[in-house]
């Protein structure tokens, strides 16, 4: 009978035990929905060619330090890529011009184009004859195939190299992706017609190649070379995205694995239950924050680039999409400071002058129902 | 003497008036403006945050002024960007694009930098604004049941549009599948005689500085086409990750090719093109979809 009795005791005891430990899992989870009920899709492959990653890191940092030395290295590197690319401009209509805030110098005459970021010493080279050119222009003419598009890149690419404007060490050439501008046109509805839509054939205007940077088998976030071919094969563009860098002798530990960096990056997402994050790549990289910006140094980091579908409450199988986020998660102690961007704080103070210009922006929507 | 002097005096004064006035009133014709929403904050409505989605008009607006004859319309920030300010006022209850994103004299150009909607199976004919801040209990505004913009004459939605370009600077927001649909008068959606719609066919990134590379562009004798498919696509880590999209609406195809490859903001065209009938070109350069 005492047998009897001390089971169903330690029965109910355990049972109370299990939904003790269950309530308290469901009310962790209650606090953080995010966690519990948003869903990752990791999509990402990283290139082979890079290889592992190596636990010792290298700081990497600019080589142009002050704001005049950027400038000069900026003038020399646009006139290097007009000689690579065999750029005539004609002298008498060419036109040199800093902006009033010195972040960008436009070379340019009445048919080429360079513009370059002063900050971060990156071009961007436009043969605006072939880049605007008429989209019906050889209309039966097509463009080269992805296989072509990549010959002609390396073309251009070793005399890049030639020029040392790019290392061809840095380029991960087996990374590279090709995408094409395409064009079509359709007529237009007669008030209240339904039903005969009809577009035309897609046609494939030009073709663009991007090769990115890679440093120590690390990829470099935001720099590469990209190259656009018209039908014929003519670059009617070319983005130089190469900052002038220099590797540091002493390397750092790694302090921070990519388990540890996707857990951090999983708890700082707060969405509702049902929600999606697509991550598009996860990688340790040299992070470069803008073309427009001045660095100290390009942060070592891990970086998830990802967007968010949260779904619509009254809609079925709909989301609000979020753009291409980012975030960064840093691999290494320095114990250095990023220059603050100079063009984040002119863009406050934009901001700032027009909120205090438009009051209806400062008492959300009186000034507008009076309107 | 004295009222000679006095009459030449007066004849003066007249005739600077005239030129004054004169002036003014070619100012004034000739004259646009830029009417620009945007959010960064998505507590209310739901979503992520965009760290630097107004930023990126910021960064646009300091730019319209190198461009010459545009000024400011409107710009709404936050829990001042309502969704219906792009709702069409004749037809939708509680639309108020006739006072501002499409109203006559404030927004020639009509801006919205943030979030978008997609859906599952795409396309499915179908998308939204989707604002961070709720109006009226209403978070979205939807193409093409409530967005039209541009529309004269006999188009119907109350005649009574001014605009000549839409940018939708959020994700996926010209699918090229549902263009018939969202953009074009099949929808009929939001191109009613506003010339262009330049928007994304995937998910763009949170960049701080895409509105101000097309301003630039443009400044630098790019046609509006040329401008956003080259500040609108973005090489990131790996690969280009943006698909901007350029739709040009015009009266034929020959119209509406001319618009689509020569069309620039430095010099809008006057003529609208026709509210329906007419032809439309698009190009985009394809990174992927949504």
Redesign the interface.
Known sequence: MKTQLLRNWTRILISFGVTLVLTSTNFVFALEPGKAEVKFNYQYER?LALGEVSNKIYMVVPIYKSEHERMVAGKRKIESLRTALDIKMSNDQMIVKTDENKE?I?V?DERY?F?LYIPSGMVKF?D?RL??E???KDADRKVMTEDQARRWARNVLNKLISAKLIEEDQL?FD?T?V?????????????G??GK?A?SEMKL?DV?V?V?RTINGL?V??E?V?IVFDKSGRVA?L?L?WRDLRQERETLPLQLGMNDARNRFERS?K??PGSQVNV??N?L?YFDP?K?DAVAFLEPAY?F?Y????P??DRR??????????QIYPAVEHGREQIPSE??K???E??KE?QME?P??AE??KA?EN? | MKINLATKNFSVVRLLSSVVLISLLAYDASAREWAVECDED?SQ????N?PN???NT??M??EMNSLGGWV?GW??????AWPQDWQETATVNGGLDS??MDKVGKADISVWSG???????EP?GSWDI?MGHR?NDVC?ATSPSSIKMGEQTND?FGNDGDNEYVVMD???SAI?GEL?QVW???G?GILMRSHQGLAFHN????A??RLEEFI?NID????NR?AW??AG?N????????SPMVIT?GAN?SD??DR??NETMRSPRADPP?G????????????GS?
Not at chain 1, 317 to 326: G, P
Not at chain 2, 75 to 80: A, I, R
């Open positions: 290139p960008i436009r340019k184009r513009k436009r605006t880049y605007n008429l989209s019906d991960l990374a992706r995408s094409f501008r395409k064009e079509r046109s359709a007529a237009g509805a007669q008030q017609e339904k839509y577009p205007a663009r991007f990115p990829g976030s935001g590469g990209n563009g983005d995205f997402i969405l509702p598009i790549a990688d990289v803008s427009r970086i680039v967007v968010t579908r949260v619509i409450s199988d709909e989301y609000r999409v979020s753009k291409v986020l980012h063009r984040k002119r863009l406050q934009i901001g027009y438009h209806e922006k959300p929507g507008r309107e | 998505y409505c739901g979503g992520s965009l989605s107004c930023d910021d960064g607006i300091s400011q710009y709404f920030k936050g829990s001042n006072s501002y979030h978008g909607t997609g859906a599952t199976n499915n989707a109006h979205n119907g959020a994700s996926c090229e018939a074009q008068n099949w009929p998910s763009p990134d949170d701080d500085d630039e630098d004798g790019d046609s040329s498919l080259d696509e090489c990131f880590l790996w690969w280009c990750s943006n609406f195809s509406s090719s689509h490859n026709s329906w009938d007419g032809h439309y070109h698009w190009s985009f350069i394809d990174n949504c």
